[in-house]
Each structure stands twice: as C-alpha cells, then as structure tokens.
C-alpha cells in the first residue's frame, strides 16, 4: 500500500483544531532543533546576511552618500541594512525552506511522515514556526550590529516600525509559499541546493539586494518590480531609511500601498501553485 493511501485511511477527515495546533508546535520544536543543527544553514542562512552587512558597512564606510539633502544623509551601509534585512527572509524563505522541503521529499523522509498520524497543516505550521522564530532572530541580531557596531540610529516613529512589521510578515508568507512552490523543481537530494540557490542568487541581484537599486538599468527596475523581493526591499527601506531615500526610488515616492498589493499577490500565486504541485512522493 502506498503511503498516501495509508494517510488517507488512518487519517481523519477532519481534525480538531487543538490537536493540528498541538501537533504543529511540536513540528515547530522539531524543526528548530533540526535547524540549529545543520552548520549549512546556520552559516548560509542565519549568519549569511550578518556576514554581508558587516562587510559592505566596513567596505563602503568611506564612500560619499548615495544622496544628500537638507542637512540629512542616505550613507551605502546605511543602504544596506534594510537590504540585507529583505534578504535574511528570502533566504529563509525561498531558498532554505525550499532546499529543505526538497530534500525531505527526494529522501523519503515526507513519504514517511505522511504514513503517520501527524496533520498535513501541522507540518506546514511547523515550517512556518520554525521561519518566523529563525527570521525574527535573525533581524533582531541585524538591527543590534547596525546601532552597536556601526553606530546607525534607527527610526524612533512608531509608524515606521509599523511599517517595518508588516512588510516583514507579509515579506515572510509569501516567501514561505514560494519556498514550497520551488521545491518542487529539484528530481534529487543532490540538485536540491543547485537548483534553488541559483534561483535565489539572481534574484537578490536584480531585486537591488547586493547592488543599490537606484544604480540598476531601468529596464532592470521594471523586472524587478514584477517581482516580490524588491517590493519587501522597497518596504524596508521606507521604514528605515530617511524620508529624503524616497529620492532614490522609481517615481520618487514611498509606494507602500503598490508593494502591499504586489506581496498579496504573489502570496497569492504561491500558495495556488504550492496547492497543485506538492507532492508527499518524489516523482519517479
């Protein structure tokens, strides 16, 4: 008998909601230990935009401001936190989340929960716990480089860190719908990281993560809007930057309302294709 027949016969139809949430906070305590364990993503995705930020502040600490006005100044470490902010979710996210979940599916290891009793939400909760605590750790430890390593003073209006929270948690589920969406793509333990992280790399390239975005070629920036991780860069630096970046912006304005829309609509997107593709068993 295969192992979606066995989940579809020793599975409820329904289940309680206590009892997927219980289920789902031990996915969560089982992921995390599963994480911290891994030095691979430890390195190349909790630390990694640590790493970056620390090296480009110290590298360009000396360059002129990308724009100066008023008495106020964008620096390019500056510019960089909320970058490597955006980054730290999409790594998390689309990268690591979906290495993850096609390793456990080429491996066996997805065709073997789904013959236990364990909820077919939970495990997704479970992924998302384990996302959420990892990116907010992350970001907490991004912000106290910046002010106690770098000396960056951070937004003290309580609309910007607003901002800053709901980018964030949108930035993360429709990352997190992406991530199972490209999962699907890797037919082997051995191309899962081949194939994703090529992905993720060119598009933190042209989405304005590693190179400002104001120095892309505009056909690039049009791409680039089409696309999620530059709106979640977008929001980050509306939050953390002085008003005066908006300058530095397509149209010259904050456009927070186009980035809520474009993040819905590629949450959107993700989850309809994660719907139709996810699979328990690996293809043959």
């Keep these: 008998m295969s192992a979606t027949a066995v989940r579809q016969d020793t599975r409820p139809r ?3 909601a206590g009892h997927v949430l219980r289920c789902a906070a031990d996915r969560v ?6 994480y911290v364990r891994r030095s691979d993503a430890l390195v190349f995705t909790f630390l990694f935009p640590v790493l970056l930020f620390s090296i480009f502040a110290s590298a360009f600490s000396a360059v002129p401001p990308l724009i100066e006005m008023g008495g106020e100044a964008v620096t390019q470490p500056e510019s ?19 290495v993850e979940i096609a390793v456990e599916r080429n491996d066996g290891t997805l065709q073997r929960l789904a013959a236990t009793p364990l909820p077919v939400l939970s495990y997704f909760l479970g992924k998302v716990g384990q996302l959420l605590v990892t990116s ?17 003073e951070l937004p003290t209006e309580p609309e910007r860190w607003l901002t800053l929270a709901w980018v964030f948690l949108a930035g993360l589920v429709c990352f997190a719908v992406l991530g199972v969406a490209v999962a699907q793509l890797p037919r082997t333990v051995a191309s899962a990281s081949a194939v994703i992280i090529p992905i993720a790399l060119v598009l933190q390239f042209i989405s304005g993560i590693y190179v400002p975005f104001v120095v892309l070629p505009d056909w690039l920036q049009t791409i680039a809007n089409l696309l999620p991780l530059a709106w979640v860069g977008h929001g980050m630096r509306a939050a953390l930057l002085p008003d005066i970046a ?4 397509v149209g010259g304005v904050w456009d927070l309302q186009t980035a809520a829309i474009a993040l819905g609509a590629w949450a959107l997107v993700g989850t309809v294709v994660a719907a139709a593709t996810f699979r328990w068993i690996k293809r043959s």
């Design 14 to 16: 329904s289940l309680p």
């Design 29 to 34: 305590r089982v992921e995390l230990l599963q």
């Design 80 to 98: 960089y936190l909320p970058a490597m902010l955006a980054a730290g979710v999409f790594l998390s996210g689309v990268q690591n989340l979906g």
């Design 136 to 152: 907010l750790v992350q970001a907490g430890l991004l912000l106290l480089v910046a002010m106690t390593v770098f000396g960056m």
């Design 246 to 249: 908006r300058h530095l912006e």
